[in-house]
């Protein structure tokens, strides 16, 4: 539920910016064409030639600045989603050396092969996954096997000594997360 408040904030902060450049956007188009009617009705004198010219230049700037404005106010951001971390056990170790702040995914078995500490240090969560779908993946070993089928799922990374790509789940190391 953390990961969502955060994802949900940080949309909330994206529409806020881009309604205001979408304000900037369209008032100063309001502004540029009212030079242009100003010029237009000769209150601001100018010869024809270069009232033509400031003319065409104010309108194609005022129609540019206010397609923009619009398109931005009624275009909507996608919120990133924050990125999950299923580890094995020396994954989730790796990511306790280097104090990984967020929530590390792990399965029964890898969390009975981390030190006490580890659950203390990190923020994990226990992930069960179904026998069916680690037996897809044993060719890689057991650890391998839970945590590939547990980040299938979850639709997440997987933090492991090696690297690679696995039916379509990242295999990266603590390193590379950084």
Known sequence: M??????LEELVREVRRRDTIAAILISTA?????????????????????????AIVTLIATWAMMAAGVYILLSMPLPE???????????????MKKNYGGKVYVTRQNY????????????????????KEVEKYLDHG????ESIAAAKILRAKVVSDRKGKIDGVEVVRAEDLF
């Open 112 to 131: 009975r092969k981390l030190p006490p500490k580890a659950g203390a240090m990190m923020n994990l969560e226990i992930v069960d996954v179904p026998s």
């Open 81 to 95: 989603m924050p990125l999950r971390i299923v580890a094995d056990s020396k994954g989730a170790v790796e990511l």
């Open 30 to 54: 309001f502004v540029l064409f009212g030079f242009l009617a100003l010029i237009l009705l000769d209150v601001i004198r100018l010869t024809e030639f270069v009232k033509g010219v400031v």
């Open 142 to 145: 057991i650890e391998m096997a």
């Open 2 to 7: 953390d990961e969502f408040e955060i994802a």
